[in-house]
C-alpha cells in the first residue's frame, strides 16, 4: 500500500452525472502531471441504484485500482427520492455513504452531502465512532444546498469537486479548463461559481485534520485518458476498418458506439441491424466483398454469432470479431467483470475451430493486439477474436499520445490483381481455384474480390473443392483441413519468431515462483508481484496474451523456469489453465490456480494474499472471496 | 461493366449440372434470373448471388457468378452487408421458403425496411424438400406431412404482407413456370432502386402434391390484366396482397419515391478505397481525450 497516491472514490445515484464528473477529475489529475487509472462500478439500469468511480491517481505508474480507497465523495443518491416530494424511499439515500465505508482505509478522508441525507440516518451508521476507530476524518457539507443557492441542485456534484480540491490542496486551474471544454453559457458559469464557492467555503470554515493531499508528478510527454474500448477502436481505425455491424450489449456497447461516431466520417459505414447473427453476417458480406470489416458483442450475443463465424472459418474470410466479457452464464451480471467466456470464443461453432484469439491485459495492448488481429485476419484469411472484459473495457488510464503515431495500414492481405488473376489456376469450365491447396504458401490460398475479371468462384459453409463447388471427396477433405490448419501452425511461427511478443513478463528472471494470468487481470498480477518482492518473496509474472495459437514456446520455458506457479484469472472453472494444461498436456504438478468470480476484479492485495496462503505455504485460509483450486493431474 | 449487348444469359451458368428434382420450379426460377440478369446488362464478374440452404440454396453452384452459400437463413444479411460494402456489385439474393420466412424471417423483416439496393427472390414450394417433405412457414394449415400428421394448423405465413408491413418499397409474385413473365418480374425487381422482393412459386414436384403446377396454373391471377390495379397506389397494394381468395401474380407494389441505402447513408463510393481527405490515423482522435 502506497502513501503516495489518491485513490478517490465517487459515490451516487446511476445517472447523476457520476461517469462525467469523474472523467473529468481523472483529467484534471492527469493534466496535473499524474498517472491516473479509474474503475467503474455500477449497476444495469438507467436511473437510481448504487454506483461508483474510483480514480487512483499517483506519480508512479497505476495499472490497476488499489486496494480499498482513501477519499470518499458521497453525493447522496438523489434518484431514491420521490421527486414530486422530498420523501424517502427507505433510506437509499444514504447508500452512497454507507455502503462505502467498508473499503476505506485508515487515515481516509470523507465528504458527504449533508443537504441530502438525514442526521438519523448517518447517525444509525455509527459513522463518529467508526471514524474514531479508522481515523477517518469527515467532512459533511450542505453540497446540495450550495448548488441550489449558486446554480441548480444536479451541480452538487461541481461542489463535491470543488471541497474535494480544497482538502486535497489542488489547485482549481485544470478542472476550470476542463469545464470551460465542456460547457458553456449560464451552466457553465453556475458551475465556476459553485466550484470556487465550494473550495473556498471549506478553506474557511475547516481546520483540516488529516495528512491526506494531491500527490505531485510531472509527465515528460502529451497524454491522453483512454478506456480498453477506446484503444480497440483505435487499432481497427488504424488497421484500415472501415465497416462495423452490431447490435447493443454492455459492455461491447462502447466499441461499437465509438466506432460509428467516427466511421461515417471517414468514408467507413457502421450499422446496428437486428440481432448480433445478422451483424456477424453482414461483416462477413463486407469482407468477403474487400473490405476490411469487423463486429462483436458480449457473452450472449456471441452465442448467436457462432453460425456466421463457423462461414467465415470454411470460406476463409477475413473477419475481426470483439468479445467483452461479463459475468455468465446467460445473463448472468451484465455489468460485472469476468473472464469467464474463453472457452466459449475458443470453441463456439460446430466442427474443429479454425480461428486466432488474442487477449489483451492492457489499453497498450488492446490498440496493438487489434490491429494484429486484422493483418493476421487478412494475411491468412482467417476470424481473429478479440477478448476483453468488463474491466478493460471500462477502465481509463493515461497512456502517451506518441504511442498512437502509427502508420495506418490498410491493405487487404493475401488478394490477388487482374492480372495474377489471370495467370491463377482456373477449372475448365473458367472458375478460379481460390480453395487451391497445392499452390498454398503457409496454407493460405490468395483469393479474388467481387468485380475483379478472372476470380469467379463460389464460397461455401459446405466442404468444397478448389474453385468452391461441395465436395465430400476424402482426399479433399484431408487436404482442405489440413490446409486450414497449417494456417494456425504458420500464424505461430510468424508471431514468435518475426513480431514482438504480445506476453507480458514482471519481475527477475531467476526467481523462484511464478504468477500466470492473462487479459484483464494483468495490472493487478504486476503490482502484487512488485509487492511480493517488495517483501521478501522471490516472484515472476508471465501475462499471456496469445489464446489461439497459444504461445507453447514461451510459456513451457516460463513454467519450467520456476518451482511452482500460481494461475490467475476472474472465473470458477479455471478455463486458461484448463486451455494451458491442454497446450502444453503437463505441469500439473506445478499449477495452483487463483479464482474470483464475485463479479469484481482482483485488487493486488487479494493475490499477494492468495501467493502467501498457496505458494508460500502460510497456514490459514483467504480472507477475501477468491477460491485456491489445485491443477488437474496434480 | 460490359454492355447490354456482350452478355448473354448462358454466360451466368455454371457447368455444374443441377441435382435439383426432373421438373423442380427451381429450374424455371434460375432461368428466369439469370435472363434478367443479363437482360438488364449486368457482367456475371460484377454480380453477387448469396444463396441460403436447402434446394433451393444450391443455386449458387449452378450459377457462374462471384457467389455464397452460407447458412441456413443468413443469406439476407450476408448479401447486405456485400452490398453495403461495394454499391458497384449488382447483389441477388437467393433462398426458400424456410430460409426466409421461418429461420431467417427476422433477417427478411429487415432487410426490407433497410431499403438495401439488391434483390431478393425466394423460391417458394410450401415445402421442405431437401430434408424430405416437412411442413415450410408458407404450407397450408391442413398439409400434412411426417413432422405435422394432421398438418400444422397454424395459417401460413403471408410473406407479402409480411413484406407491406415491415415497409417494402417493392413486392412482386410471379410463377416458375410462366418463364417470360417470371423473367420480367425479375427485371423489374433488379432495376427497381432499392430492395426488390419477389416470391416465385416454384413447386415441389416430389413432397407437394397440393402447391402444384396445375393449381398455380388454374388459379393464378396476373395483376397485369387487371387495369384497376396500380401498383404505385399503397391501397391497390394493400387490397391484393390481402385476398386470401386467390393467388396472384405480378408487381403487388412499388414506391416510386424509394431512396435505397446507399443513397439515405450518402455511400456512393467502392469501399474498398479509403476516400482521400479522410481522417485514417487515430492519433488525432486520441488527443481528443487530454
Known sequence: ?634 | MSSQSDVRFTDFKSDKQPTWCPGCGDFGTMNGMMKGLAETGNDPDNTFVVAGIGCSGKIGTYMHSYALHGVHGRALPVGTGVKMARPDIEVMVAGGDGDGYSIGSGHFVHAVRRNVDMSYVVMDNRIYGLTKGQASPTSRSDFETSTTPEGPKQPPVNPLALALASGATFIAQSFASDALRHQEIIQEAIEHDGFGFVNVFSPCVTFNDVDTYDYFRDSLVDLQEDEDHDATNYEDAKEVILDADKEYQGIMYQDENSVPYHEQHGVTEDMSEIPDGAPEDAMDLVREFY
Open chain 1, 1 to 634: 500500500m502506497s502513501d503516495d497516491e489518491l485513490i478517490w472514490r465517487i459515490a451516487g445515484g446511476s445517472g447523476d452525472g457520476i461517469d462525467s464528473t469523474s472523467q473529468n477529475f481523472a483529467k484534471a489529475l492527469m493534466r496535473s502531471g499524474l498517472n491516473v487509472f479509474t474503475h467503474r462500478h455500477y449497476p444495469s439500469r438507467i436511473r437510481g441504484g448504487h454506483t461508483y468511480v474510483e480514480i487512483r491517481a499517483a506519480a508512479h505508474e497505476v495499472q490497476s485500482r488499489g486496494d480499498g480507497y482513501n477519499f470518499l465523495l458521497a453525493l447522496g443518491d438523489s434518484f431514491a427520492r420521490n421527486p414530486q416530494e422530498e420523501a424517502y424511499y427507505g433510506n437509499e439515500e444514504i447508500k452512497p455513504l454507507s455502503e462505502n465505508l467498508d473499503d476505506l482505509r485508515e487515515g481516509g478522508v470523507i465528504i458527504y452531502d449533508e443537504g441530502l441525507v438525514s442526521e438519523d440516518d448517518v447517525e444509525a451508521l455509527d459513522l463518529e465512532e467508526r471514524a474514531e476507530e479508522n481515523d477517518w476524518h469527515v467532512y459533511p457539507l450542505d453540497l446540495r444546498g450550495l448548488a441550489k443557492e449558486h446554480g441548480r441542485e444536479v451541480m452538487r456534484n461541481t461542489a463535491g469537486v470543488g471541497a474535494t480540491a480544497a482538502l486535497l490542496d489542488m489547485e482549481l486551474e485544470h478542472i476550470e479548463d476542463l469545464m470551460e471544454d465542456a460547457m458553456g453559457g449560464d451552466v457553465l458559469e453556475a458551475n465556476i461559481e459553485i466550484l470556487h464557492e465550494a473550495y473556498d467555503s471549506v478553506n474557511e470554515e475547516y481546520e483540516f485534520n488529516h495528512d491526506l493531499r494531491a500527490p505531485t508528478g510531472e509527465h515528460d510527454a502529451e497524454q491522453a485518458l483512454l478506456s480498453g474500448s477506446n484503444a480497440i477502436a483505435y487499432g481497427a481505425i488504424d488497421a484500415g476498418c472501415r465497416f462495423i455491424s452490431g447490435y447493443p450489449m454492455t459492455p461491447w456497447t462502447d466499441v461499437f458506439t465509438i466506432l460509428s461516431q467516427n466511421f461515417p466520417d471517414m468514408g467507413g459505414i457502421s450499422e446496428q441491424v437486428e440481432d448480433e447473427i445478422a451483424a456477424a453476417a453482414l461483416a462477413v458480406g463486407a469482407s468477403h466483398a474487400g473490405v476490411k470489416a469487423m463486429s462483436g458483442s458480449s457473452g450472449g450475443g456471441f452465442a448467436l454469432m457462432s453460425e456466421p463465424l463457423g462461414l467465415a472459418e470454411m470460406t476463409e474470410t477475413p473477419l475481426v470479431l470483439i468479445e467483452a466479457m461479463r459475468a455468465g452464464p446467460s445473463t448472468g451480471m451484465p455489468t460485472k467483470p469476468e473472464q469467464g467466456d474463453l472457452e466459449h470464443v475458443l470453441y463456439t461453432s460446430q466442427g474443429d475451430s479454425q480461428r486466432v484469439v488474442f487477449a489483451p491485459g492492457s489499453i497498450e495492448e488492446a490498440y496493438e493486439q487489434t490491429r494484429l488481429a486484422f493483418d493476421i485476419a487478412w494475411d491468412y484469411q482467417i476470424p481473429t477474436i478479440i477478448v476483453y472484459d468488463q474491466k478493460l473495457s471500462g477502465e481509463n488510464t493515461n497512456v502517451d499520445v506518441e504511442f498512437f503515431d502509427r502508420e495506418p495500414s490498410p491493405d487487404l492481405g493475401s488478394t490477388l490483381t487482374e492480372e495474377e488473376l489471370r495467370e491463377a489456376a482456373h477449372d475448365n469450365s473458367g472458375k478460379f481455384k481460390r480453395f487451391n491447396h497445392e499452390d498454398a504458401e503457409n496454407g493460405v490460398a490468395p483469393r479474388s474480390l467481387p468485380g475483379q475479371k478472372d476470380g469467379r468462384y463460389l464460397a461455401t459453409g459446405n466442404e468444397h473443392n478448389p474453385v468452391g463447388h461441395i465436395s465430400e471427396d476424402p482426399d479433399n477433405r484431408v487436404h482442405q483441413m489440413d490446409r486450414r490448419l497449417e494456417k494456425l501452425e504458420s500464424i505461430r511461427t510468424e508471431l514468435d519468431e518475426e513480431r514482438e511478443s504480445t506476453q507480458t513478463y514482471f519481475g527477475e528472471d531467476d526467481a523462484e515462483y511464478g504468477i500466470i494470468t492473462w487479459g484483464s487481470s494483468q495490472g493487478a498480477v504486476e503490482e502484487a508481484i512488485e509487492r511480493l518482492n517488495a517483501n521478501g518473496h522471490s516472484v515472476k509474472g508471465l501475462s499471456v496474451s496469445d489464446m489461439v495459437p497459444f504461445p507453447e514456446r514461451e510459456v513451457t520455458e516460463f513454467v519450467e523456469s520456476v518451482d511452482e506457479a500460481m494461475v490467475v484469472e476472474m472465473n470458477a472453472t479455471a478455463q486458461f489453465r484448463g486451455l494451458l494444461q491442454k497446450e502444453l498436456g503437463r505441469f500439473g504438478e506445478k499449477l495452483t490456480s487463483l479464482l474470483k468470480y464475485n463479479g469484481n476484479p482482483f485488487e493486488p492485495a487479494e493475490i499477494v494474499e492468495g501467493y502467501e496462503v498457496n505458494l508460500a505455504d502460510e497456514d490459514r485460509e483467504p480472507t477475501a472471496q477468491v477460491r485456491i483450486e489445485p491443477a488437474a493431474g496434480d
